[in-house]
Structure formats: structure tokens, C-alpha cells
């Protein structure tokens, strides 16, 4: 691929000339070079790979870089002119020969960076373009993981389309950093992204699924419609552009109350109608005027069928009881009896339906068994496990006596195997896993005998777990106090020496995982990490561990430290609870153990204000009167300490539901008076915030400043020059000063925009018009005619 001279003028741009300077194949060279000036690879490595690299740009500035003595092969299906210390030869290389052919050369020897910069099927439509890129950059994947070195570093050309975050999820998996870019040499209307790994993990195997094409783009199935989701959230509307079902063009939708108890969906019904109805059909319904007389159907019951989309999670749950109960008087559901219970076919009758609906049922009943008591038998575990750990940190036992009962091959006790059920938070919180005493295994048995009252707990449930998940989507201070949650409770991580599970070591020698998996990282959504890769972020982990580190060398400072992270996530949770000042707020948390007293509060390293005050920013009405407070001494610090110990602190949180918890959350706590002043002090506060211009504009304003101060320094130096000058009389220097200023003041014309009317030859033109200098605009007739009525109006009004 030489330089071609192409049609488009935007395509000998300065890098197509700037590469012409330099003698540089390609203006792609410029990519490789600003790539490698970020991330320095080229200069580390001794030996390295261009694959596609014709004419060989890349190939060009990899020989500038890298040492002397240094290994570079370049291949590509053109041939590639011989270029001083590379070698390189034709071949495609998705295919053996070239492998071979490689290896030929390379012999022993690893390389230290693999390139790609491969761009198939030029030309084509782009959707076809995109994918055969794709597999391409697939291609080249397989051929570095052949031939790099453990560390590594492999450099490919990516273009955004749907199969972009597919690969970055293979890259993650096979390298420890991955980091996309776009060069400024790259073009912006060019998809084309580079995404630098580095890192290579170097796997004793890869599964071929990982590197397959077929698997690794393949297009994931629909996901079946979250009836749930509708009934928990009905005011979350998604816009449909659908229009309307066939025959039904009506937004309010109702339903026969018999219809509810007899569908197998009940959930679906609750989703998608306004109304359950008593009204009788035409031909009269029996069940419904029985329905209708039931005591069961209370007064609430008949409120709550009248308008479904504005119940709330807890009228959902009795119309699902009641649902229930009717249908067991009615013979639809007949209740197991103890005998029975222990077959593992259920007796259930339901009425109208057809033998594939039975068996789907069935099945699917079967499936929540199963699951059902899988989950028994985890909390059991995890509650056995949880008592461990209480009578270990009771010190009534030793380390050595954990996990005795399992001893066996695979059986050591990990905290992140409790977490793999999900657990772990409630253990390492001392929390109760839903216990199963003696006691309440009784109760259980009456749990199993109701399975679907069982199922739709599980199901609630999980629709709230559902419901959070889309409010941290949404809310992302919701999401940096999850994330600041899990980071509390993994701060320990169990006995496991190594933090790592089996299960994870052998995710690491043996890259495995289903391709199909959605491809994302921790708690983060792809997108979300991918936003993270960005450099910005990049120092963020090291600072982390460099902290980390010093904690660990000296164990004098370890407190402190351990107050400046707290101090760092109380900063963020400022807005949840603000009524404490910073300082006073850890104080406050700290658990007995760790207690501090005053004076070693004065040793933390607080951020302070050049005159050594504390910089502490209030921006709650409740912070502000509280420092009003204790500035006037109405307060002192030891009653903000004791306030910490309310009725609050110690809440009783044990087997009540996430849900409850999180609701509750937003209430128990202290509500604090404020003062008028204290409101209207940050009110003002915030004025003044709300007042300051855009970071923008203060830039500009500075820039114009700056000019302006240059300038004036400029004609102060020559008016002293003009006023040094000998040669000249008093009335010539006053004069030539004068000159000047007036030449400063005096303001450029500003350069009129010319509009031109986007018809007859202009209409849809890119670029200027023909016969137009100087700056233009391309307008609509009609703004041009609203455009000289205001001037008109203007001109009136003068
Ligand atoms: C954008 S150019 C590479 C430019 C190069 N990096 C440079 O700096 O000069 C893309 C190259 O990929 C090559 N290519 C496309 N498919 C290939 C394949 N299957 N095997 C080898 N080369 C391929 C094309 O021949 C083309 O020369």
C-alpha cells in the first residue's frame, strides 16, 4: 500500500506531508510513533512482528526506535520494499505458511511486541469492512499468542462496530492492561481505534473457542422479556417505536380478574395491564361473581385491581397471595400433602391448559426445586462457616480447628468461595445469612409445601436486586457507595494465602471461559470499564498500591494511613451524611478498637489551607450550623463524638431483607435541625458557586487578559524607547507615542461572514462555493430572509 495521491483533499493532510518530509512510507507511521511515545514499547523491545505492514511505515519507525542488533519482521500479502535491518516477506497471515515462515526466522526466540495494523477488503461496504477487520484483528491475536513473550505487548488497529467490545473482552482476558487510544495522527472520521495490550498473561492453553470467530462475535440471544420488571418499575416507560399491537390501539388495557388466576403468567398480567376487572362478560362468568363474593377479595384487594400501574411492591405481593389462595380453593393448585412431598413429581392441576403448557410448568417447577434447595443447602454452609468465624474472632477457637469438618482434596475455606454464593458481605459483616435453626427448619418444611409463595419471594428479590442495578446505572453516587460498600467488606479477604480461588488460578494458566458470557469487568459495565481504561485513570491503582506498600514498611504509619482512605471515602459520602464535619464523622465511625483520642486526632494529615487552618468544605445546611455551633462554643467536640452513639449506631439488621434495610437506611439517622443563617449562609454559598463562569469561559477571559497584559507591556516598552530617543523633539515623541496608542486601541474590522443560500448549484454542496472568498456561511433561503427582517426591525426600532 504506497502513498497514493486520493481524490479527497483532506486526505493530504499534514501527516500525509509531514511523512513525506520524514521519508516515512506512510503517514500510518505517524500512529505508530505517537502510540509508542505514549506507551513506550518499541525501545524495550528486541524482537517484534508487523503484521500487515506494507509498504511499512510502521516498519520504518520500528527500526528507528529499537535497539541495535535488534529482530524485526515485517510480513503482509504486498510486497514490502527491503527496508534497512528487517526482514520481511509476503504471505497472508491468517494462514500456516506464514506462521512457519516466522518461526523460521525467529527460531528460539520470543517476540517482545507483536503490531497489527491490518485493513482488509478496502473499498467494500463498510458493515462487510468492519467484520473482516475484526476477524483479522482475531487473526493476528492467534498468531501473537504463538509467538510472544510472557509480558509482552501486542498493538492492534480496531474498528468501532458491534464486534469492538467482543474483542477488547478477549484482549482483557489474555492481557493484564489493555488500553484503547486514537492517535492524533488518526484521522477523527476514521473508525479506526489502536488498543494497545500489554501484559501478555501467557497461558500454557487457550481455548480455540476464545480465538474463534464464530464464538467470539457471536450474536447474543435476545433476552426474553422481564415481565417482572415491568410490574416493580411501571413508570419506567421504555419508548417503544413499534407502534401499537396488531388490533389493540388502546393505551388502557384491562383484564378479567378470572383471566389473572387462571394464567400461568400472573406476573405478565401484572406487567402489562392498567386494570383487573370484576365487571361480568356479557354471558355471565361464574367464577368471577364467586370471585367477587370470596372474603378473600377484601376491599384492599378490589383498591389494588383498579389501577395496577400505580401499586407498589407490596400490593404486587397480596395480589400474587390472593391470586394463590383462589386458586387452591378453586382445585387449580392443589397443596402437597406430607407424603406426597417427598416424590419428587408434584400434584398440581391446572385447569385449562394445554399438555405442553402442563409439562412447561412442570419443568420449570421442577427447576425451582432444585435450585430451591441447592440454596438451602449454601446457607447452611455459609451459616456453619459464619459461626467459625465469630468463635474465631470470640477467640474461642484457633485458625487451626476452621473448616476441620471438610478436610479433603479440594476442600480449603476460602471467603471468596462464600462469595461465589454470594455471601461473603453478610460473613465478613458478621450479618446474619439467613439462618436455619432448629426451630425454622420446622418452619422451612411450610415453606416447601408453598413452592410458588417460595418462588415469588426469590423472584421479588431478585427484581429488587434488578431495580438497584438500574438506579447505580443511573445514579452514580448510588454507584460509588456500592462500590465503596464492597470495597469495606474485601478488605479481608478470608485465609486463602494468595486471595485466589482454584477455580481463578485455573482461569489464569488456562484461559477458558464461555465465550458467550457477556464480556465485562468486575462491577463495572463494559462501557463503564472501558471509560476507565482511559489514561486518566491509569495512575489511580498504582497510587493505590505505592500506599499500600508504605503501609506495609512501616507499621508506625499504618493508622494513619487507614484514616486518610476513610477520610477519602467519607469526602465522597459527604452528601449522605453531612451532619457531621469530616473529622468528627470518622471519630465518630471508628469502632472501639481502634478508638483515637483528641490528641492524636491532630497528627492526621488533613488537607490545610496555606495558613494551616483545616480545609474543610461545608456545603450542608446541617454541617454549617453545626460549625456555627461549635464556633460560638454552643457545641464542643466531645458532643459531636457522643452524637455518634445514638439509637442508630448498633441498628439490628440481622435476616431482615436487603430491600428493608436500604429503605430504612434512608431514614434512621439523625435528623438535625439547621438554623435559618445556617440555610441562608449555604444558600449564598451556592449562589456564588452557581454564579462562576464555565471553566471554558474563565480560560478565555484569562487568555484575553494575558494578551492584553502582553500588549500593553510591548507598547510600554517602546514608548520608553521613543522617549529615550535623543534624535527626536518633545512634540515628534509625543506625537509617535500617541500613534501607537491609538494604532493599539483600535479594534480589527471584524471579518463579515458571507451567507450563501444552499440552492440551484450550492444546494447540497460540501466544501465552498464557487466564487466566495473569505469566511462563508451555507444558510437556508429562509433563514437568510429571517435573518434581514430582524436587521430591518433593528434598523426600525433605531
Ligand atoms: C493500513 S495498511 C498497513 C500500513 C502499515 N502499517 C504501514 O505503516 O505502512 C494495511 C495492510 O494490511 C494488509 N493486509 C490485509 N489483509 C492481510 C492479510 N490477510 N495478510 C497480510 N496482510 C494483509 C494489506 O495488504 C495492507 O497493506
Known sequence: MAIQKKHGKGRLDKWYRLAKEKGYRSRAAFKLVQLNKKYGFLEKSKVLIDLCAAPGGWCQVAA?????????????????????????????????????????????????????????????????DAFSQAELVLESLRLATDFLIEGGTFVTKVFRSKDYNPLLWVFKQLFTSVEATKPPSSRNVSAEIFVVCRGFKAPKRIDPKFLDPRHVFAELAAPTPNNEAKVFNPEVKKRKREGYEEGDY????????????????PIAILGSYNKLSFQQPPGGDLALSTVDRLEDTTDEIRK?????????????????????????????????????????????????????????????????????????ERRKENEKKRKEIMRLQMHMTTPMEIGMEQIGPDSTFTLRRVDKAGARDAVVNARNVPVESESESESSEDEDSDDDGDRLERELDSMYDQYQERMEDRDTKLRAKKNRKQYETDEWDGFSEDNKSDDEEEEESHVGLPVEQAPTTGNLSNNASLFFDQDIFQGLDEEEEEEEEEEEEDEEDEDEDEEMDDEDEDEEDSDIEEDIPVQKQKKAKKPESEWVDDDEIQYIDEPRKPNGQLDIDIITAEAMALAQQMATGERKSTDVVDDGFNRFSFRDVDGLPEWFIDDEGKHSKIQRPITKAAAAAIKEKMRAINARPIKKVMEARGRKKFKAAQKLEKLRKKSALLADD?????????????????????????????????????????????????????????????????????????
Not at 494462514?95 to 526466540?109: G, M, N, P, V
Open 64 to 128: 528507528e526506535c529499537m535497539p541495535n542488533q535488534s529482530i524485526i519482521i515485517g510480513v503482509d500479502l504486498a510486497p514490502i520494499k527491503p527496508i534497512p535491518r528487517v526482514i520481511s516477506f509476503q504471505s497472508d497471515i491468517t494462514t500456516d505458511k506464514c506462521r512457519a515462515t516466522i518461526r523460521s526466522h525467529l527460531k528460539t526466540w520470543k517476540a517482545d511486541t507483536v503490531l497489527h495494523d491490518g485493513a482488509p477488503n478496502v473499498g467494500t461496504a463498510w458493515v462487510q
Open 250 to 265: 388502546t393505551q388502557f388495557k384491562e383484564i378479567s380478574v378470572t383471566e389473572f388466576i387462571n394464567t400461568t403468567d
Open 304 to 376: 389494588c385491581c383498579e389501577d395496577l400501574k400505580i401499586l407498589g411492591r407490596k400490593e404486587f405481593r397480596s395480589l400474587l397471595k390472593w391470586r394463590l389462595k383462589l386458586r387452591e380453593k378453586f382445585g387449580l393448585v392443589v397443596k402437597k400433602s406430607k407424603e406426597k412431598e417427598e416424590e419428587s413429581e408434584e400434584v398440581a392441576e391446572v385447569a385449562p391448559m394445554d399438555e405442553e403448557l402442563a409439562i412447561q410448568e412442570q419443568l420449570h417447577r421442577m427447576r425451582e426445586k432444585e435450585t430451591t434447595r441447592e440454596k438451602k
Open 726 to 798: 535623543e534624535a527626536l523633539s518633545e512634540r515628534d515623541k509625543a506625537q509617535s507615542i500617541s500613534k501607537l496608542m491609538s494604532k493599539a486601541t483600535k479594534k480589527k474590522p471584524k471579518q463579515q461572514v458571507k451567507l450563501v443560500v444552499a440552492r440551484g448549484t450550492n444546494r447540497g454542496i460540501s466544501g465552498r462555493p464557487k466564487g466566495v472568498k473569505g469566511r462563508y456561511k451555507i444558510v437556508d433561503s429562509r433563514m437568510k430572509k429571517d435573518i434581514r427582517a430582524q436587521k430591518r426591525l433593528a434598523k426600525k426600532k433605531s
